[in-house]
């Protein structure tokens, strides 16, 4: 299922990020904790790539603890720092200034030694729709300047934020990448609602969901369901989706049937889920 979703803001965002990345120190790249890989644009990697950066692991309450912690080694190993935040709950944030300021402590010595005391850290906040980056400047800042909103493409310009903590931020919108072509990242990001949900196709994703879960989450999916050994494995994952939809009560309604497995896995009803794993190759 190759998406595409790429409105004309998110280009004008992504040729300013480009051309701003001059003024900052550091770029706080936001991710989603369920999709560590997923959630990450290509095109803006390449952007950031020498300049230094931090990823920020938001939602570490949505995604499974082990996982999350598997990813902060894989990132650390590729010579990234990383930190896992929960910024609607406000659990995280302090350790983000930290790590900031130790990634510049060479430059803030330099500007300290020249005269130049309490700098300012310059930062930009970068990541595609719906990783709760609007939160997390929201919680840095201290009060609520950026708009927030649990769909994508809340955001749509670019703009300076001072905070109490030393660092002002640089707010920009949320940016995919022009086409998804591997349908296993199209799927993880419209199960996580960082893709509009009206273009794709919710048995798809549901489905995708099923298998998905049946692979790694067995225990969380049947227990959610009430399902057995024998109603998993004596089926295939489209005839699941038609089991549930008939225990759910919905007749033949397979779409109303799949927008609640979609639902359930956002709401926690399946439990904490990640869908990325280190070490995963994605087909072309």
């Known amino acids: 299922m190759a998406l595409q979703w790429y409105p004309g803001h998110m280009n004008k965002a992504k040729n300013q990020v480009q051309d701003r990345l001059k003024l900052v120190d550091i ?29 920020i692991l938001n939602k570490s309450d ?25 910024a609607k709950h406000n659990k995280g944030l302090g350790q983000i200034k930290s790590l900031i300021r130790s990634e510049l402590a060479d430059k803030i010595a330099r500007y300290e030694k020249n005269g130049v005391q309490n700098y300012r850290i310059k930062a930009m906040c970068i990541g595609i729709p719906n990783v709760g ?9 201290g009060k609520n300047v950026a708009i927030t909103g649990n769909k994508p493409g809340v955001t749509k310009n670019q703009n300076w934020l001072k905070t109490s903590i030393g660092i002002d931020l640089l707010d920009t919108p949320g940016i995919l990448w022009p086409k998804i072509d591997d349908p296993k990242v199209g799927m993880k990001l419209a199960l996580s609602g960082a893709i509009k949900d009206k273009i794709y196709a919710p048995d ?12 790694h989450y067995m225990d ?15 089926h295939t994952t489209p005839e699941l989706l038609m089991d549930l939809t008939k225990k759910f009560g919905y007749k033949e309604d397979y779409d109303r049937a799949s927008r609640r497995i979609i639902d359930d896995v956002r ?16 087909e072309e």
């Open 27 to 55: 770029v706080l790249e936001i991710v989603d904790a369920r999709l560590p890989f997923s959630s990450r644009n290509p095109v803006l990697e390449q952007i950031i790539d020498q300049k230094k950066h931090i990823i």
């Open 267 to 282: 709401k926690l009803k399946l439990g904490r889920l990640t869908f990325d794993v280190p070490g995963e190759f994605y």
């Open 204 to 215: 798809d994703v549901a489905i995708y969901a099923l298998n998905f879960l049946e692979t």
């Open 62 to 86: 949505l995604a499974d603890p082990k996982v999350t912690n598997d990813w902060k080694i894989n990132f650390q190993q590729e010579g990234t720092k990383s930190v896992e935040l929960d």
């Open 133 to 141: 980056k609007s939160t997390i400047l929201n919680r840095l800042v």
């Open 220 to 234: 969380q999916l049947q227990e959610s369901y009430g399902l057995t050994n024998s109603d998993i494995f004596n």
